[in-house]
C-alpha cells in the first residue's frame, strides 16, 4: 500500500497484485487489451506464493519488452546483482523512500 501511495504521488496510475499468479493475470489482461503496463515491480519472494523471479520468466515468454523491476530487501541476494539476466530491467532495494523509487523509474523509464 505504501508503495502504491508513492507511486500515485509520483503521478502513476496503480494495480496491485498479491502475489506471482495475480501479477501474470493482470498483465496478461492488460497486454491482450493492447494495454499493457508501463512498468511492473515485483517482490522477490512472497512467502507461500509465487515470487518475482517466477512471474518475470513467465511474462518475458509474452512480453520480451515489459519493464520489470525487482524489489527485495535481502541486498545480497544474486539475482540483484544480475537482474538483467533473470528478465528485470533494473532493481530496488528495501526499504526505499519515493525519492529512490523515482531514481529507477527515471532510469529506464
Do not use: C, W
Not at 12 to 18: D, G
Not at 58 to 66: L, S
Amino acid at each position: 500500500d505504501v508503495v502504491s501511495d508513492m507511486l500515485r504521488h509520483l503521478g502513476h496510475i496503480v494495480e496491485s497484485a498479491a502475489h506471482g499468479e495475480e501479477a501474470i493475470e493482470k498483465y496478461k489482461t492488460a497486454f491482450a487489451a493492447k494495454n499493457p503496463f508501463d512498468i511492473a515491480i515485483m517482490d522477490l519472494t512472497i512467502p507461500g506464493k509465487m515470487g518475482g523471479r517466477e512471474a518475470a520468466k513467465i511474462i518475458r515468454q509474452f512480453d520480451p519488452n515489459a519493464y520489470l523491476i525487482v524489489s527485495s530487501g535481502y541486498s545480497d541476494d544474486a539475482i540483484l546483482n544480475k537482474q538483467y539476466e533473470h528478465g528485470f530491467s533494473a532493481y530496488i532495494n528495501k526499504p526505499y523512500d519515493i525519492a529512490e523509487l523515482s531514481r529507477v523509474l527515471k532510469s529506464i523509464g
